[in-house]
C-alpha cells in the first residue's frame, strides 16, 4: 500500500523561507511523478510544482510560484521535497504531497502539512 508522509510545514513572516519533504513507501519513486498541490481556505485545491518521472531532471512549477520555490527528489530515499523562498502571506495554505504515474490521473495525496506566512 502506498503512503505519503508529509513534514515540515509551520508558521514563517513574509519573506522567509520553509522547505517541505515528503517521504513515500510502497512505491518504486522513479516511475512516479512526484508533485505539490497547495489548498487555501475557501479555495480549491491548486498545483504548485511537479517533478517528473524517472529522475526529475524535468520540473514545472505554477506561475505563482516560479522563481521562489525549487521541487528536488531523491528516488533513492523515496523522498520529494519543495524549498519555498521568499514566502507571502497568499502562499498560506496546506500543502499535499502526490504520486502518479505519468499519463494517469492516478493520484495518491499524502495528509497535508499547514503553511502559515504571517506577520
Known amino acids: 500500500q502506498v503512503q505519503l508522509v508529509e513534514s515540515g510545514g509551520g508558521l514563517v513572516q513574509p519573506g522567509g523561507s520553509l522547505r517541505l519533504s515528503c517521504r513515500a513507501s510502497?512505491?518504486?519513486?522513479?516511475?512516479?511523478?512526484m508533485g505539490w498541490y497547495r489548498q487555501a481556505p475557501g479555495k480549491d485545491r491548486e498545483w504548485v510544482a511537479m517533478?517528473?518521472?524517472?529522475?526529475?531532471?524535468?520540473?514545472e512549477y505554477s506561475d505563482s510560484v516560479k522563481g521562489r520555490f525549487t521541487i528536488s527528489r531523491d528516488n533513492r530515499e523515496s523522498t520529494v521535497s519543495l524549498q519555498m523562498n521568499s514566502l507571502k502571506p497568499e502562499d498560506t495554505a496546506v500543502y499535499y504531497c502526490?504520486?502518479?504515474?505519468?499519463?494517469?490521473?492516478?493520484?495518491?495525496w499524502g495528509q497535508g502539512t499547514q503553511v502559515t506566512v504571517s506577520s
Open positions: 510502497g512505491i518504486i519513486a522513479s516511475n512516479y511523478n
Open positions: 517533478s517528473a518521472s524517472p529522475s526529475g531532471t524535468r520540473r
Open positions: 502526490t504520486v502518479y504515474r505519468p499519463y494517469t490521473n492516478n493520484y495518491i
